[in-house]
């Protein structure tokens, strides 16, 4: 079946670092990818996603790129402040039916000042 | 656009009492969700809606679990005889096509915890 693999947590970083937090997926059709965020206390959010191979998404300073060769959405940020200490998500849903999300574990960052 | 909101945001029950969670979609998303999430996990999909109608079901969603959605609007999600292992927070998301995929939209989740 579908799943998601995400880097193991937590993750501590200083701030201004360089971040990436690796994710690969098995999918039985062409899905769409996407990276979650669910900061302390509040809801997941959509933070960036892909629907083809080789696009790009980013938003916030935060970038992922769709490599169907390797079954890759590594997300990256260059320089991570310490608002950016949540939980991250990467998803995948395939395109036919419900579309529904398939997630990984979460990797837990928290950016130390 | 007021954002997917649910009630409650916490539920604290005892073994064997039924619990019902409410999920009020945003305007015009004709796609609702529900998940389950526990500890340290991700997500994982019980049930979704397109408007009114029931279309998928997982097979995490026992038979003691029912979801409706009346009239394509708002969601309940009703367990019924609760256990120790329904403890988890309940996701609702909805979405709209937005290109070539559909866009999720979650929740603040309903924490639920069986005593």
């Known amino acids: 079946g579908d799943s998601v693999t995400q880097m193991e947590g937590p993750v501590t970083l200083s701030e201004e670092a360089f971040l990436t937090i690796n994710c690969t997926y098995t999918?039985?059709?062409?899905?769409?990818l996407f990276w979650y965020v669910q900061y302390p206390g509040e809801g997941l959010q959509l933070l960036l996603k892909?629907?083809?191979?080789?696009d790009k998404g980013s938003n916030k300073g935060f970038e992922a790129t769709y490599r169907k060769e390797t079954t890759s959405f590594h997300l990256e940020k260059g320089s991570v402040q310490v608002s950016d200490s949540a939980v991250y998500f990467c998803?995948?849903?395939?395109?036919?039916?419900?579309?529904?999300?398939?997630f990984g574990q979460g990797t837990r960052l928290t950016i130390n000042p | 656009d007021t954002g997917v909101s649910q009630d409650p945001r916490h539920k604290i029950t005892k073994r064997g009492q039924n619990v019902t969670f409410r999920c009020d979609p945003i305007?015009?998303?004709?796609?609702l969700y529900w998940y389950r999430q526990t500890l340290g996990q991700g997500p994982e999909f019980l049930t979704y809606?397109?408007?009114?109608?029931?279309?998928?079901k997982s097979r995490l969603l026992s038979d003691r679990f029912s979801a409706e959605r009346p009239k394509g609007s708002f969601s309940t999600l009703e367990i019924q005889r609760t256990e120790q292992g329904d403890s988890a927070m309940y996701l609702c998301?909805?979405?709209?096509?937005?290109?070539?995929?559909?866009?999720?939209?979650f929740g603040p989740g309903t924490r639920l915890t069986v005593t």
């Open positions: 998803a995948l849903s395939v395109e036919q039916g419900a579309q529904k999300l398939v």
């Open positions: 998301a909805s979405s709209y096509y937005r290109g070539t995929v559909y866009e999720q939209y």
């Open positions: 999918a039985t059709g062409y899905p769409s």
């Open positions: 809606f397109q408007n009114e109608a029931q279309l998928e």
């Open positions: 892909a629907t083809k191979a080789d």
């Open positions: 305007s015009e998303h004709n796609r």
